[in-house]
């Protein structure tokens, strides 16, 4: 059965509320849907209904290409000044026994440690510290560049950028030129969360705003650059939030077309202040990013860090609107398996990316960060192929 088959499955079912088969048609037709029709969406559309749209949107845009890069990771410091209640990551700086803070020297070290291997971009984000200042991230990412000038440095969200502009007494406007002209190729998504003050302020009261991690990105965007974004699901927001932060960025990016990929990260609840609010399960995990896939039309790719959901619910992932899993990273990133998510070590190879995607019946496609195309692996037979006992495909949940 084609998506468009299933489309007009949809359309015709005779118990399906007016409502809903409105929603469909606009997805099927190619028309945005409204704030509350995405609300509708999280309060009354069946997992079945949102993934057929979802994935309808999905293969309208890219077949059954899916997406990955070879890349890695540079986590300066988990010590910061922040206090957020969800992190499981950082510490305090009175806590300094239990974290780290690398030197220059030490993530140089790290970055040398990927020469002559075919990875294409290093992603860079931690704490927040007063001594990792704007000159001396400006003078890393210099030192990036000087050392290997063909590596995409991805790297810190607004949270920082915010910290150290205001530090440096400069505008958003100046500082991020200054990060470009330093050698800053695009920004991570991180640092959203939720958007809406209510939320916002009960769970990291004292970081950056959502409107100026909005106004940082909408900054670099102007320069011609481009940026990912994320929220954090599954806590104590409501599906209206959840729908205020999709549309805060449907708008920035109608504005800017910086945006490339979305992210939903999910909450987890090991060991942090918010260990006593429970996780949603997979179901809900499945629709958020099939709801996410329908609501930012405007958005190329949705992606689903499979260190967070593991290895598995990612494949289910790709058929309810995800079209991209990441990259290989490796075994240093920390941020997700401190808070108690499925992959402790998170490390993939190459080999194991592309199994995991074929295994559903997908395209896997190497690309680079800016999501030109590197190779694609459709063709590519692995020595060994026939032993890999790594991931079934698994049953599309209805």
Known sequence: MT????IQFLLDDPNLKPELRSIANKVFNSERITPDEGLLLYQEGSLGFVGALANFVREKKHGDNTYFNRNFHIEPTNLCVYDCKFC??????KQREEGWAYTMDEMMDIVRKYDGQPVTEVHIVGG???QYDMKFYADFFTAIKNHRPELHVKALTPVEYHYIFKKAKVGYAEGMKAMKEAGLDSLPGGGAEIFHPEIREQIAADKCTGQQWLDIHEEW???GMRSNATMLYGHI?????RIHHMEELRKLQDRTGGFQTFIPLKFRNQDNQMSHIPEVN???DLRNYAIAR??????DHVKAYWPMISRSIAQLALSYGVDDVDGTIDDTTKIYSMAGSEEQNPAMSTKELVQLIKAVGRRPIERDTLYNVVKDFTEEVFEEDTAFKGYVALPVLN
Do not use: W
Not at 3 to 6: A, H, N, R
Not at 88 to 93: A, D, P
Not at 237 to 241: A, P, R, W, Y
């Open 3 to 6: 998506q468009t088959t299933k």
């Open 88 to 93: 499981s990551y950082s510490r305090l700086i």
């Open 128 to 130: 927040v510290l007063p």
């Open 221 to 223: 965007h102007k320069l």
């Open 237 to 241: 927001e409501g599906f209206e939030h």
């Open 282 to 284: 997979v179901a809900e």
């Open 294 to 299: 329908i609501y930012l039309d405007n958005f």
